[in-house]
């Protein structure tokens, strides 16, 4: 096939995402309003698609990617996503539910943390026992109640601060990491804003998150993102007067390479430049270490979203540049993006935006995969798929599993939701 051939078909394939995508719409778009129900359809056939990839033990596991592939990893994020997707769009499988909680169970070493079974691949142990422990909070049962406790003690344990040799002036100070081991003493391992998230909201949603564990986070937070007073504190800096403090986020002082910002300069002075995604992990950061959402900092974080409110890509991550990180990130931009006008109530049509954009990549039997590119491994339909059940769960509009009162047991109750909340 000649490569002009090749290009036609691929415009032809755009295209017909985009008359899909039009058709589920509908009327949804005419006249600018907006239905909490738009979202439904696809929702239903995201989610009944993951359910379908559950294997037989109770996991979800990748052939794609030998990270994901013993399933600790993947397991608890899936389950986590589906828990979340109203009844009244899918309801739970009990026996399903059940089985993943049971491979989560089985899977959790002496200390609590998961990600650490096969001694060959680190299966991400902080984002999976983070996840696990809100999953079994959310739908396991009162016999979990140790266990839980269990795996905050170790997530709380993880944190870089004096206890593992970190100083406050320390650019790690206050987050978490990837969960590597056997690190010396004031030995970081890979930090980031991400991480730090996810143990955020995971101590806070069991009740597990002390005040002093809040307060080294909102160090950390502070210096990731762009604001005068932290200037002094950043890897790269800038005179005050030469300031591009604009209130965004960037991803890591640890991890130069993984700020998929890159670097705005202004003379010989240069400083990490803030990009969509991890602005809105910072802002669901503070929100779960206990900011109000109308403080400074958020609003100032709030107010550079405002500013690029793009859903098809994440702005900020240069087009330019050598590698496709803003096309590698397409999904999980979706998701995070759409969790945080959520969490902050924003107004305006950015449901229908935001659905609007991720329609498109949806295929027939209900699954998305991200085929511009493998950097973030989104072209693992398993990860592709729950990022955009996350974003067409919040598209939705109501009611939605929450896990702020402990656990319930599918097999108990009939029903694994807890609480809901308007999201």
Known sequence: MSLLAF?????????????????????????????????????????????????????????RYSIFRGGQALTPFLLFGLLQVPESVVELPRDGVNRALDFLRRHLDEQGALGYADPAILEYPVYATAYAMRCLHLAGTEEDRPLIRRMARWLRDMQCAEGRG?????????AWSFGERHLAQGESGHVDLSHTRRVLEALEAVGECSSDHRQRAFRFLALTQKQLPEQARQPFSLDQEDSIADGGFYYSPIVFDANKGGFESRGKDCWFASYSTPTCDGILALLAAGDPDDSPRIRDARQWLNSRPRWDLPDGIPAESPLPWDRALRFYHYAVRAETYAALDMDGPWRQEGLQALLPWQQPDGRFENTESSLQKEDEPLLATIHAVIALTRFQATSVLSDETGPQSPSRSGNAIASSRNL
């Open 166 to 174: 970190f100083s406050s002036e320390h650019p790690a100070y206050g």
């Open 7 to 63: 290009r036609g078909l691929v415009r032809a394939d755009r295209m017909a995402r985009v008359m899909v995508a039009a058709t589920v719409l509908g009327t949804v778009a005419c006249g600018g309003s907006e239905s909490p129900r738009s979202a439904a359809e696809p929702l239903r056939s995201a989610a009944r698609w993951l359910w379908s990839q559950q294997q037989a033990d109770g996991s979800w596991r990748s052939d």
